[in-house]
């Protein structure tokens, strides 16, 4: 009897694990051909040209875009899949009408465009989300958290229905497991500089989640970075890129770890992807974006894991929607989203039947 029970409990399937960042309105332009010529060059949005061009500047579009974003085309693209460029039929897009940031986000976690959904004010989302569903299962109860720069996701999230613990902005990390890293973070950020607001400084966004994670080890963990998305506004293409480039090296390093550590390794997907994306068609839109900027409702979308088979980047004709990554990060651990509205097919690309 008691071998029967040893044998049963070891057959048991392991839960797996999903770590899901997003780079704020970061262009789908730059990810698949690297910096941009004409905004490299302009005084008006560089302000060192030539460090520029030596750090970044390369002949081709592949040349380029492996500079700027080593990770995603030396290892991500190897081993995962990377969804998102228009010139080769690969096309993402947000469902929502309106492509700024709650809706998108609203749309990527709860697979619901809704409508109603149109600002970017702190309103209590009424809809549930996937980390919402996900932290309700019983393998994964307690084990989801969120780590935002920017101060609305508690409520895109609804956090205080939700259950899941989301860390923003410049609130001090007081729950879970604590460490002397994290006490250290908790004082530096109350010693930074807050000249954006509402919206912390995405090294101690992510420094705090990485720190979590350590000590912590949930089985979902969302880090939502902002610095992309606040560069642009401001015209600043440089410290843009500068900062996508900073994104990338972490999400490099992350995933080193997540090879290393026995919690995770082997048994992890990561899933990166942005919320809108930016102007381009003049070069002077890509500062911003909304309805009345065009194309904005271009994204793009990649994962690497132990489920997701290694298809690089996307060169086949494809129409894929932001919507459906919120039923995809449940069916990457086994789940079927459900929630009180429609939800969309999951990206079966993503996941092994």
């Known amino acids: 009897m008691l071998l ?50 030596d750090q970044f500047w390369a002949e081709t579009p592949e040349a380029r875009r492996e500079k700027l974003l080593p990770f995603f085309w030396t290892k991500l693209a190897k081993d995962g899949q990377i969804h998102g460029n228009r010139h080769l039929g690969s096309k993402v897009n947000n469902a929502n009408p309106y492509w700024f940031s709650y809706p998108g986000y609203n749309e ?49 999230l609804n956090e205080k229905r939700s259950g899941v613990l989301v860390n923003s902005a410049w609130e001090d990390l007081r729950e879970g497991k604590m460490n002397d890293r994290i006490r250290h973070l908790n004082e530096l950020q109350q010693e930074a500089p807050r000249l954006i607001g509402g919206v912390r400084w995405d090294f101690l966004t992510w420094q705090m989640a990485l720190e979590y994670l350590k000590a912590n080890h949930p089985r979902v963990l969302y880090i939502g970075l902002d610095e992309t998305d606040d560069f642009a506004h401001d015209g600043k293409y440089d410290f843009y890129i500068a900062a996508a480039h900073k994104t990338d090296q972490w999400l490099g390093e992350l995933w080193a770890y997540l090879q290393k550590d026995p919690f995770y390794k082997g048994n992890t997907t990561l899933l990166i992807t942005t919320d809108h994306g930016r ?45 459906q990554l919120a039923p995809t990060m449940a069916r990457l651990l086994d789940l079927e989203f459900k929630a009180g509205h429609e939800i969309p097919a999951a990206i079966g690309a993503i996941v092994k039947k």
């Open 279 to 323: 102007g381009d068609a003049d070069k002077a839109t890509w500062r911003d974006h909304g309805t009345k900027v065009p194309d904005c409702n271009q994204i793009w979308f990649a994962a690497i894991g132990p489920k997701t088979p290694a298809l690089g980047e996307i060169k086949t004709e494809e129409q894929l929607w932001q919507k």
């Open 4 to 53: 029967f029970v040893a044998i049963g409990a070891f057959a048991q399937k392991t839960p797996g694990n999903l770590v899901v960042v997003t780079l704020d309105g970061f262009r789908w332009q730059e990810m698949f051909g690297g910096v941009d010529s004409e905004l490299m060059n302009s005084k008006d949005f560089t302000r060192n040209v030539a460090a520029m061009k």
């Open 108 to 156: 990527i976690f709860t697979g619901y465009p809704d409508t109603a959904v149109n600002s970017n004010d702190k309103i209590e989302n009424k809809n549930v989300n996937v980390l919402e569903f996900i932290n309700h299962q019983k393998a994964y109860a307690g084990r989801v958290a969120a780590f935002t720069s920017w101060d609305v996701f508690p409520y895109i």
